[in-house]
Nanobody, 123 residues
């Protein structure tokens, strides 16, 4: 199983980025997907999650109204659209797959993890 996250980079406050996570080696449509992030010196935190059917999504309060999670099961890819980025969004972003219809905010609930992609937002 591989989860390949991409799309990170260095941007200015107010800019947008779209992260992608391409999955292989698993029945993607049978997995809920999550996005997490970890800033330097901080614990990993949940950012967003999406059910395997794309029927339900959740985002953390800290990014609500700015970040949107979506998936394309035909492409085995999950996305994180990030708008109005802030310096406090600076972190390594990880995608994760959970063998369940329902996503979770807990890291331990996920079965597979991507390698992470760095997002740096300057003020």
């Amino acid at each position: 199983v591989q989860l390949q996250a991409s799309g990170g980079g260095m941007v200015q406050a107010g800019d947008s980025l779209r992260l992608s996570c391409a999955a292989s080696g698993l029945a993607f449509s049978s997995y809920a997907m999550g996005w997490f992030r970890q800033a330097p010196g901080k614990e990993r935190e949940s950012v967003a999650g999406i059910r395997w059917s794309s029927g339900s999504t959740d985002v953390a309060d800290s990014v609500k109204g700015r970040f949107t999670v979506s998936r394309d099961n035909a492409k085995s890819t999950v996305y994180l659209q990030m708008n109005s980025l802030k310096p406090e969004d600076t972190a390594v972003y990880f995608c994760a797959a959970r063998r369940s219809f329902l996503h979770s905010t807990k890291s331990d609930d996920y079965d597979y993890w991507g390698q992470g992609t760095l997002v740096t937002v300057s003020s």
